[in-house]
């Protein structure tokens, strides 16, 4: 199993261009959730899934998109990136056993920089 | 607002030290989770607890509902340990401390 796979693992964006995130996961997991990571902030949620076709928002979700069309699927779209979305991303998963949320599996992180 | 509380924010430890550190949280929750961060970046799930206490080697996570409150130990504390901790919380969503920077000095 790969576990929880992103790209691209750095990128650099001009203030106003667009771009996709990607996030897939092997495992069958119905949770997923996109987290942005900055200094002295720790992880803060953006959107999250609960499975295919259900999508809802986080603590940090203006700016991004998030669609989850299949069940290995999250990608996430920035619309129009600002500089303060420049911060390292991180996409995790999870599986509920007995109606709790078991550990969530990270992928790698995405290191945006906007300029 | 700060749904997850830790301290210390930073930690320096010589080798063989026995390790505590603190989370409080103030939201209801249905589990609990440590989480390891080395400096590369890559973030591993350490723990999960919803009652009492587990252990993993040299680890020990504890928690106490009542008081929403967890600590967690390393006992015989090694350089290898230096990474940074956090805690996080499911309720309806999950909550994350902003983590507590250990370094073991050999």
């Known amino acids: 199993n790969a576990g929880v796979t992103q790209t691209p693992k750095f990128q650099v964006l001009k203030t106003g261009q667009s771009m996709t995130l990607q996030c897939a996961q092997d495992?069958?997991?119905?949770?997923m959730s996109w987290y942005r990571q900055d200094p002295g902030m720790g992880l803060r949620l953006i959107h999250y899934?609960?499975?295919?076709?259900?999508?809802d928002q986080g603590e940090v979700p203006n700016g991004y998109n998030v669609s989850r069309s299949t069940t290995e699927d999250f990608p996430l779209r920035l619309l129009s990136a600002a500089p303060s979305q420049t911060s390292v991303y991180f996409c995790?998963?999870?599986?509920?056993?007995?109606?709790?949320?078991?550990?969530?599996?990270f992928g790698p992180g995405t290191r945006l920089t906007v300029l | 607002k700060n749904e997850v509380e830790q301290s210390p924010q930073n930690l320096t430890a010589q080798e063989g030290e026995f390790i505590t550190i603190n989370c409080s949280y103030s939201v209801g929750i249905s589990a609990l989770h440590w989480l390891q961060q080395h400096p590369g970046g890559g973030i591993v799930s350490l723990f999960m607890?919803?009652?009492g206490k587990k252990k993993h080697g040299r680890l020990i996570a504890t928690i106490n509902i009542q008081e929403k409150h967890s600590s967690l130990h390393i006992t015989a504390s090694h350089p290898r340990d230096s990474a940074v901790y956090i805690c996080?919380?499911?309720?309806?969503?999950?909550?994350f401390g902003t983590g507590t920077s250990l370094t073991v000095i050999p």
């Open positions: 899934s609960v499975g295919a076709g259900i999508t």
């Open positions: 607890l919803s009652s």
């Open positions: 995790a998963s999870s599986y509920r056993l007995a109606g709790t949320y078991n550990e969530q599996f």
């Open positions: 996080a919380v499911h309720g309806n969503q999950f909550y």
């Open positions: 495992m069958n997991h119905e949770y």
